[in-house]
């Protein structure tokens, strides 16, 4: 068990939806960072927050959006959904220590698995 | 932009033989490496890392890598695999320095053959 939480576990919607995934990070970790792995695409970074601030942006799609709470949890938001958006999302935390200059190492989640009809 | 290439799709390997995965990366600067596996509907578990220091690092459940510079390279190894090490394996870089999104390569699937 990483100490990273996801909910739902699994999702089953429909073309033209909306959904929202959650993920809680380690207690302490700062860090917020969201992947999705498909089978033609792999694993991709989507985005990451520190300490509620958007930091970085991967291959993320304009239909997606995310944002960190003060609490720290996370939230990714995929809306007019497509079946090409069937996948498994990862969450992962960490505590990044910035200033370093040290990636910091990432925990990931059990994953949230989106299936879109 | 960063990139994980790791040649082999899918490996076969004898319970109790040895084995070597192969991850090759390019990155302009000090490369921060990590090797993952991820057990069938299962989420990434972290085997070991390379950040600084020694080359040779040691991970859980017997594994190690050994980060080759010249090159380009960080393949993971376990000396005597087990039934139990059959699952996708992934290396990836980070580019370090706070922002610190993970470039994946494909993954290797090993299979164990008992």
């Known amino acids: 068990d990483s100490g990273v939480t996801q909910t739902p576990k699994h999702l089953i919607t429909a073309t033209g939806q909306r959904v929202t995934l959650r993920c809680s990070p380690r207690?302490?970790?700062?860090?917020v960072y969201w992947y999705q792995q498909s089978l033609d695409q792999g694993l991709q970074f989507l985005i990451q927050?520190?300490?509620?601030?958007?930091?970085a942006k991967g291959n993320i799609l304009e239909r997606f959006s995310a944002q960190q709470f003060p609490d720290l949890h996370s939230e990714l938001n995929l809306s007019s959904l497509e079946l090409g958006d069937s996948a498994l999302y990862f969450c992962?935390?960490?505590?990044?220590?910035f200033g370093t200059g040290v990636a910091d190492t990432q925990y990931f989640g059990p994953g949230t698995r989106l299936t879109v009809l | 932009a960063q990139s994980v290439t790791q040649p082999d799709i899918h490996i076969t390997v004898s319970e109790g033989a040895s084995l070597e995965l192969r991850c090759n990366y390019s990155y302009g600067a000090t490369p921060y490496l990590f090797w993952y596996v991820q057990s069938p509907g299962q989420g990434l578990q972290l085997l070991l890392k390379?950040?600084?220091?020694?080359?040779l690092v040691q991970g859980i459940k017997g594994f190690e890598a050994e980060f080759k510079r010249s090159q380009s390279s960080f393949n993971l190894r376990k000396p005597s695999v087990h039934w139990s090490d059959a699952a996708e394996y992934f290396c990836?870089?980070?580019?370090?320095?706070?922002?610190?999104?993970?470039?994946f390569g494909k993954g290797t699937h090993l299979i164990i053959q008992p």
């Open positions: 390379y950040f600084s220091g020694d080359t």
């Open positions: 990836a870089v980070a580019p370090g320095g706070g922002a610190d999104g993970l470039t």
């Open positions: 992962a935390s960490s505590a990044n220590r």
């Open positions: 927050y520190y300490n509620g601030e958007e930091r």
């Open positions: 207690s302490g970790d700062l860090s």
